[in-house]
T-cell receptor, first 112, second 110 residues
Framework: DAEITQSPRHKITETGRQVTLACHQT?????MFWYRQDLGHGLRLIHYSYGVQDTNKGEVSDGYSVSRSNTEDLPLTLESAASSQTSVYFCASRQNRAGELFFGEGSRLTVL | TQLLEQSPQFLSIQEGENLTVYCNSS?????LQWYRQEPGEGPVLLVTVVTGGEVKKLKRLTFQFGDARKDSSLHITAAQPGDTGLYLCAGLNTGNQFYFGTGTSLTVIP
């Protein structure tokens, strides 16, 4: 079965360190997204991609970057982790621009 | 940012009771989705509504899209413990981006 997987599921890091969260989907979807989830804010869009070599900023993109070198993967990088980036991060993909979002199980990041 | 406010934020009810969750915005959306999320998992789609005034039913869940496509509601009849979870609405704007609501955490007590 097709799926979307995230790794690591849990990570603790220190302020200032670079962190990369991996996202891999086997749906062959062109559209991929990264969200962060915080209590009281729901899910907020960080970055998204509509295809290989395409990346776009979402509403909370500061301090984050993504790259899309193939269809299956959209890694999220925190260049210099800050305590405000402690959150649960979700990767998602969808087949078309208005369709169902398929989510990974989330990556819980703690920045000390 | 196109803010989607959900109310209530938290809801705890007894099994068998009815409830309604609201999702409101000042922005117009071309479609709206409802997701349910369980602890430790990602959200899963329940329904998509597209037309203003549209009503969709999924067993004991009834979803309505407002006439002006700015708001939506989710009504659950005779809630069951299995309905426990975080309910999220998500509106699709003209830029084809989904903006998520603030979430409603529902607990159904047996």
């Amino acid at each position: 079965d097709a799926e979307i997987t995230q790794s690591p599921r849990h990570k603790i890091t220190e302020t200032g360190r670079q962190v990369t969260l991996a996202c891999h989907q086997t749906w062959n979807h062109n559209n991929m997204f990264w969200y962060r989830q915080d209590l009281g804010h729901g899910l907020r869009l960080i970055h998204y991609s509509y295809g290989v070599q395409d990346t776009n900023k979402g509403e909370v993109s500061d301090g984050y970057s993504v790259s899309r070198s193939n269809t299956e993967d959209l890694p999220l990088t925190l260049e210099s982790a800050a305590s405000s980036q402690t959150s649960v991060y979700f990767c998602a993909s969808r087949q078309n621009r208005a369709g169902e979002l398929f989510f990974g199980e989330g990556s819980r990041l703690t920045v000390l | 940012t196109q803010l989607l406010e959900q109310s209530p934020q938290f809801l705890s009810i007894q099994e068998g009771e009815n409830l309604t969750v609201y999702c409101n915005s000042s922005s117009v959306f071309s479609s709206l989705q409802w997701y349910r999320q369980e602890p430790g998992e990602g959200p899963v789609l329940l329904v998509t509504v597209v037309t203003g005034g549209e009503v969709k039913k999924l067993k004991r869940l009834t979803f309505q899209f407002g006439d002006a496509r700015k708001d939506s509601s989710l009504h659950i009849t005779a809630a069951q413990p299995g309905d426990t979870g975080l309910y999220l609405c998500a509106g699709l704007n003209t830029g084809n981006q989904f903006y998520f609501g603030t979430g409603t955490s529902l607990t159904v007590i047996p």
